[in-house]
């Protein structure tokens, strides 16, 4: 019965991809002829593994630069990312956790703690409020702040403190990479329009 439920989640998978959003990222010339598929719900993996790869990608002179720290570790336990900040140090304390979701927007209650978490990367996002609070299912939370530096590219959770009044001191940064990538690099988007109903024949009278 498993094999025949993962025979059956493979071939619906592939039969759909024809039928997802795609983008081609025009200004890196290896990938300006390559199709990438946009993520969808339940693939957070997917949002990772994009996001390590174009955090490869982007120079010191892009703008956005310092909104790609450089992951070196993938993982589908614990902490999902480490990465590197600009001056690519490796020690213990410089090293920069990062978490993936495929959409975030504050309101939910975020499945890992904040107290190590240094940026939440997701494909879809809705701006939550100023001020609005953010939690964790670790009995912790901090406030939402937008800036001017980031814009509709994501926004911070500051003051991270616990229910028993432990501060933290630290800043999480939420990023959106389906507007982060638009901002980065020049992308080229195609949406399939809906499959057409298959022809009636029409019987012999």
Not at 6 to 27: C, D, H, N, W
Not at 56 to 82: K, N
Request: glycine share 6%; with cysteine; hydrophobic share 35%.
């Amino acid at each position: 019965m498993k094999r025949e439920t993962q025979t059956q989640q493979a071939e619906e998978l592939k039969e759909g991809i024809s039928e997802r959003t795609r983008f081609r990222v025009t200004s890196v010339p290896v990938l300006h002829d390559k199709w990438f598929v946009t993520p969808l719900p339940g693939e957070e993996h997917w949002v990772g593994a994009l996001y390590t790869l174009f955090s490869h990608l982007v120079t010191s002179q892009d703008s956005t630069a310092a909104l790609w720290p450089r992951a070196l570790t993938f993982s589908g336990r614990g902490v999902d990312s480490l990465a590197v900040g600009a001056d690519g140090s490796l020690k213990k304390d410089d090293l920069l956790a990062i978490e993936y979701k495929y959409d975030f927007d504050g309101q939910s209650v975020f499945n890992h703690p904040l107290t190590i978490t240094d940026y939440i990367v997701c494909w879809k996002m809705v701006l939550p409020k100023q001020d609005d609070i953010v939690q964790d299912d670790y009995d912790c939370y901090g406030t939402v702040h937008l800036t001017n530096e980031l814009g509709d590219l994501g926004f911070e959770i500051r003051d991270v403190m616990s229910r028993s009044g432990a501060s933290f001191g630290r800043k999480v940064v939420v990023l959106c990479l389906e507007r982060l990538l638009k901002k980065t690099f020049k992308i080229s988007e195609h949406a399939p329009p809906p499959p057409k109903p298959a022809a009636k024949t029409k019987g012999k009278k």
